[in-house]
Structures are given as structure tokens and as C-alpha cells.
């Protein structure tokens, strides 16, 4: 009963003109952010974050999180129709998503990727609002050893899950501390490594940090080359599938949805483990896996269901624990904490009205996605066609705006400059950005929980291993960090695409 | 690349020994009563550890064709583009926002293809005249408006 009124409040909140409106332009964005390629999620919410400090924090928090969810929806477009994927997460449905459209299936492609993506989203939210309370319970008795512990298992998981060499993701982990430490002490209030510069006290600001990232590296890189934007010449028709084709979907889309769903809760998987796990499911379990990656339905409506089934999970440890289990997550966060509204536990106890009012906008969100990519299909390939060349300035002009407005301050700017370009340069090296930002947002509470727990256990380490949750939560860490040293594991993962 | 993993490794040693050393500085304290520096004097030395690892693992790695690091790409236009960001961000506050911008889009809609100078200039007018419109107007951002006090 207490779980309805909750639900009623939210629909009561989410369904103010306003907060439907800054929904709508949330899940607009990220239909448009994730058709076109060279900008993602990770980016335009960054950008977009300044922007939202002018409206209030639920319609922000709306906007943004309509933003991460509705790019699920948009990446599977360009992946269908170019071959290139829109968003990582897509990348697998390039498999089937492009032979179906050569083979004149476009239209079901894209069809059964829009409504596959519609069942997995509202299921998952179904699962949103049956978790959100039995967890944030669980993590009210939570004290600092269990929150460090928490830390610890997010940033093994992630860095378990980095595609690329483990030994870099730990150094980038390490880096993103690091950065962490300039500013003021929170413990001790006495400044560290800002070198006399007053505009280092408060340490580096988020926001700088993953556009220079995400953004700027992203236009550096992509600038170098020419990129091609032939879209298949095939006549988009029959966006609704066949009765055929859904006999063949409704499995991969069931089971899609639970392993997205609990693969977005877990820290470090995200949606696009979740969009390649699905796949291989589904050839394994297959009477014909052999067809697959020739233009099967089940290669689309699997991985795409995935992947928004895990967008909607992943909200659960970020609303409820306040432990972001990726790298959007992590701005989402930093967006919470700029809005004054912690994520943790209390959130859903302080402010009932505003965490029930983003859970139920995302139900209006999944309605409104389904019309704007089932009707609005044709509307999309144009936008496709917009050159990179006019696009990328801007990108820019974006980012340095949004930086700008921070602080109203231009060394934002050279922060952020200064962070794409070594962002560009990691790329180069194979570094992954990922573990360094997912540091970078845990680090100060990761160093705060650790001293407090130190304090109240008179310096002994033993605190971790003393306390059940604690303890459970590092033996599953160091089973993580154990199964790294089977390299047959490691090498089965999705390889070439950057965990976000 | 090896060359350049070698100089990432470098610079990670470097980082980790500045790290320390103002760990050092600040106070570490006790276990019982962490300091400042406790954390990144902990965090800088595994880096340094790692950072040594990578290095041995670089050095002994079997010797594989060598793949330059910015070839067969046009990093010129990258280079372009951040150099551009750099300078703009010194500008900004003296020439204000809308002469500025106006110059960092000139920039950009020039880095991919050679343009006819007005469609250059009025492509970046309109773009500045817009954005203006929408941060200044509507949403209430404060631009510089720089020695000319234009904006």
C-alpha cells in the first residue's frame, strides 16, 4: 500500500507540464545524441549538466535521465542502417541489424529494436520500483567499512570488466584518486597539492573533467578522420514485425530484459556487457546459431532489449546505495550532489516526492520513445545526414559554454582543453577513461569512509573483515579480482569498446 | 608505440614520486588517526609499484611491428582544434564572448575543408548570434564582454 502512494506521488510530480516537458526534451536528446555517431550519453549529459543548474533539480534530474535511456533507443538506428554503431551499446546489433536492412528488413529491424527496447524499459522499471525500497533498507544499516567495501567491489568490477589491459584501468583508477586528493581536506580542512592556485581549493570539478574526457577527446579523435555517412539505400517499410517475427522475438526479449536488468545493477557491467551477453545467449541457446550475424530477428530484438533493460537497472545501486555502477551513472551522480540531493538511502526517506517523481517520468519516457522512433524513423536518417564537419564545431561550442557557465570562469575552459587532450592521448595508448571517472566520483567518499572507519576501529584493518556486509562484499571483490588471473575469462569479453 | 608506452610509464613513475613526496609533506598521521597525506601517500606508491610493473612488461614485451602513434591520421586538424580551445580560453575574458566565439568558429568550420571566407563568417555569426540568444537571453549565463564591451 505504502509502495502505491509513493508511486501515485511520483505520477503526481512527473506529470507537472514542466517536468513532462524537460522529459520529452530529455528522451528527444537522447533519441538524437544516439543516432548520431560521435557523440554519446557520457558527453551530452556533460555538456548539458551547467544548463540544468537554472531549473529545478527533479525536472533536471528528468531531462538528464531521459537523456541516458532514450540514447539506448536512438543508437540502434544508425547501427541498422549505417553499419556504424550510434552508441557502444549497439554495437553487436550491427550483426544482424545491418543484414536484415540489406536483405530489404529494415523496417522490422528497426521495428522489433524500438518495441523490444519499449517491453525491456518498462519491465525493468517494473523491477525499479519493486527493488528501490527492499534495498534502500538494506543499505540504511550500512556504515563506513560496508560503503568503502562497496567502493572497492565498484572499482574491481569495473576495472575486471575494461576491455583492454587490467594493469592500465588499475592505473587509471589510480589517477582518478589522485585527482580526488587536489582541493581542500574534507576530514582536516587543510588544502592538498593545489600549489598556491586559489582556483584549485575546491578541487577539479566533474563537469570540466568528463567533457574534456568524453567530448572534446571524442571531436579530437574523430576530426582525424573522414567519416563516412552512406546511408544503405533501402526503402524503410514495415516498422511493425511480423506475426513470424515476434513468435521468433518474444523469448530473446524476455530473457534480454532479466539479464540486462540484473546485469545494470551490478557495478561495473552496464548496458553494453548486458547488449553482448544477450547476443551470445541467444546464438548458444539457438536451433540455428549459425544464422546468426546473417540477419536473424533474434540478434536485434535480444541485445536491444538488453541494453535498455540494464539503462533502467542501473538506477537502483545509484538511487538507492548512491553507488554509481558506471561511468553516466557517475555524472548523474555529480548531478545529484550539484542539486543538493545526496543519492543513498535517505533520498527515497528525505525527498520521497522528487525520487518517485524521476522513477515513474521514466514509464511517461518509454511512451514517449516508442512515438519518436516508430513514426519519426524517416526524420532520423535525415538527421544522419548532417555532415560531421558542421556538426563537431558545434559540439565544441557546446562544451565550452557549458564549461564556461560553471564557475562563469575561463579557466573551466582550459581544464576541460586540458583534459580532452589527454583524454585523445589515452585513447591513442589503449587507456581507458571509465575507472578514472568512476574514481574520480567515488574517491572522496572512498577516502571518507576509509578514515572514519580507521577512527572508530582504532587503526585496525581488521574492521573490513570483522563486519559480515563488509566482509561478504570483499570476498566477492577478491573473487573478481581472482578470476583476472584466468586469462581464458578475460579474453571472452566484448572486446574493442569502451565500458559506459 | 612501444616508445610512447615507455614514456607513459615514465610519466606515471614521475606522478607517483610527486605524489608521494607532497604526501610526505602534508601528514600522514597514524592508522589510528589518518592525516592528509595518508590516502595519496598510499595511492601514489601502488601506483608507483604498478607503474614499475608496466614498465618491465612493456620492456620484455616481444618485440612486435612498430605502429606510430599519430600515423595515417590527420592529427593536424586535432591539433588545430585544441590549440584553438587553448587560445580561446586566454582570450575569452579580454575580447569577450561574442568576438571570440565568433574567431573560434571561424576556426573550426575551416579545419576539415577550405571554405569561401563569408560562408565561413556567416555560418559563425549565425551560430553566435543563436547560442547568444539561448545562454544569455534565456537562460541567464554571464558572458565577458572583454576590453571592446561588446555583449
Known amino acids: 500500500m505504502e509502495l502505491l502512494n509513493f508511486i501515485l506521488l511520483g505520477f503526481q510530480s512527473a506529470l507537472e507540464p514542466i517536468n513532462l516537458f ?16 560521435g557523440i554519446g550519453p557520457v558527453a551530452t549529459i556533460s555538456i548539458l549538466l551547467p544548463i540544468t543548474f537554472k531549473i529545478s533539480a527533479i525536472s533536471a534530474i528528468i531531462m538528464l535521465a531521459g537523456i541516458y535511456y532514450g540514447a539506448q533507443y536512438g543508437g540502434s538506428t544508425t547501427s541498422i542502417l549505417l553499419n556504424i554503431p550510434g552508441e557502444a551499446t549497439t554495437v553487436i546489433t550491427c550483426l544482424d541489424g545491418y543484414q536484415m536492412a540489406k536483405q530489404g528488413r ?3 529491424a528497426l521495428g522489433m529494436a524500438a518495441i523490444g527496447s519499449f517491453i525491456a524499459g518498462t519491465v525493468s522499471l517494473l523491477g525499479l520500483t519493486f527493488l528501490a525500497l ?9 556504515g563506513p567499512p560496508e560503503y568503502f567495501s562497496l567502493m572497492i567491489l565498484a ?28 582541493g581542500t581536506d574534507n576530514i582536516t580542512g587543510s588544502q592538498r597539492f593545489t600549489f598556491g592556485f586559489v582556483e584549485l581549493s575546491d578541487g577539479f570539478d566533474l563537469v570540466p573533467l568528463v567533457m574534456g574526457l568524453f567530448g572534446i577527446s571524442e571531436v579530437l579523435l574523430n576530426v582525424e578522420q573522414t567519416l563516412s555517412q552512406d546511408i544503405l539505400k533501402t526503402r524503410i517499410k514495415n516498422l511493425l514485425p511480423t506475426r513470424q517475427d515476434w513468435a521468433k522475438s518474444v523469448g530473446p526479449i524476455l530473457r534480454g530484459t532479466v539479464l540486462g536488468f540484473f546485469l545494470g545493477i551490478l557495478p561495473g557491467a552496464g548496458p553494453v556487457i548486458s547488449s553482448f551477453v544477450s547476443y551470445t545467449v541467444e546464438k548458444r541457446i539457438s536451433r540455428y546459431p549459425e544464422k546468426f550475424g546473417t540477419g536473424v530477428i533474434e540478434g536485434v530484438a535480444a541485445p536491444e532489449s538488453a541494453n535498455n533493460a540494464s539503462a533502467q537497472g542501473a538506477f537502483i545501486p545509484l538511487l ?16 545529484l550532489m550539484i542539486h543538493g540531493l545526496p543519492p543513498g538511502p535517505l533520498l527515497m526517506k528525505d525527498h520521497p516526492q522528487f525520487f518517485w517523481g524521476v522513477v515513474t517520468s521514466m514509464y511517461l519516457g518509454n511512451i514517449f520513445l516508442v512515438f519518436l522512433n516508430l513514426p519519426l524513423i524517416p526524420l532520423w536518417v535525415k538527421v544522419l545526414k548532417v555532415p560531421y564537419p558542421i556538426l563537431f564545431p558545434l ?29 585523445y592521448l589515452m585513447k591513442k595508448l589503449k587507456y581507458e577513461g571509465a575507472p578514472l571517472v568512476m574514481a574520480f566520483v567515488l574517491g572522496p567518499m572512498l577516502e571518507l569512509n576509509l578514515r572514519r572507519s580507521l577512527i572508530v576501529s582504532d587503526g585496525s584493518f581488521f574492521v573490513f573483515f570483522t563486519r559480515p556486509i563488509s566482509t561478504a562484499i570483499l570476498i566477492i571483490a577478491l573473487a573478481v579480482l581472482s578470476l583476472s588471473f584466468l586469462p581464458k575469462l578475460r579474453r571472452k569479453k566484448p572486446d574493442g569498446q569502451e565500458i559506459i | 608505440m612501444r616508445g610512447a608506452e615507455q614514456i607513459t610509464c615514465l610519466f606515471w613513475l614521475v606522478l607517483a ?11 600522514l598521521g597514524t592508522p589510528s588517526e589518518p592525516g592528509s597525506g595518508f590516502l595519496p601517500f598510499g595511492t601514489g606508491l601502488l601506483l608507483g609499484v604498478l607503474a614499475l610493473v608496466h614498465l618491465a612488461q612493456v620492456h620484455f614485451r616481444k618485440a612486435e611491428k612498430e605502429k606510430p602513434l599519430l600515423d595515417e591520421v590527420r592529427w593536424k586538424r586535432g591539433a588545430w582544434v585544441a590549440a584553438a580551445l587553448l587560445l580561446y580560453a586566454l582570450l575569452l575574458p579580454r575580447l569577450g564572448y561574442l568576438l571570440t566565439t565568433f574567431l573560434l568558429m571561424g576556426v573550426l568550420f575551416s579545419v576539415y575543408e577550405r571554405r569561401k571566407w563569408w560562408v565561413v563568417g556567416s555560418a559563425s555569426l549565425l551560430v553566435i548570434i543563436l547560442t547568444y540568444l539561448v545562454f544569455h537571453h534565456w537562460l541567464k549565463v554571464q558572458f565577458p564582454v572583454g576590453f571592446f564591451r561588446i555583449g
Do not use: Q, W
Open chain 1, 155 to 182: 572499482l574491481v568490477i569495473l576495472v575486471y570488466l575494461a576491455h583492454g589491459s587490467m594493469l592500465k584501468a588499475i592505473l587509471m583508477a589510480l589517477f582518478g584518486l589522485i585527482l580526488t586528493y587536489v
Open chain 1, 395 to 423: 559540439i565544441v561550442l557546446f562544451c565550452v559554454v557549458g564549461a564556461f557557465s560553471l564557475n562563469n570562469s575561463a579557466s573551466d575552459i582550459l581544464v576541460m582543453t586540458g583534459f580532452g587532450i589527454a583524454g
Open chain 1, 106 to 108: 529494415a523496417g522490422p
Open chain 1, 22 to 37: 524537460y522529459c520529452f526534451l530529455g528522451v528527444l536528446l537522447g533519441t538524437l545524441i544516439g543516432v548520431l555517431p
Open chain 1, 320 to 335: 538507492t546505495l548512491g553507488i554509481p555502477p558506471n561511468v553516466t551513472m557517475a555524472i548523474l551522480f555529480g548531478a
Open chain 1, 134 to 142: 527492499p534495498f534502500s533498507e538494506v543499505a540504511v544499516v550500512f
Open chain 2, 17 to 27: 614520486a610527486a605524489v608521494c613526496t607532497g604526501s610526505l609533506r602534508l601528514n
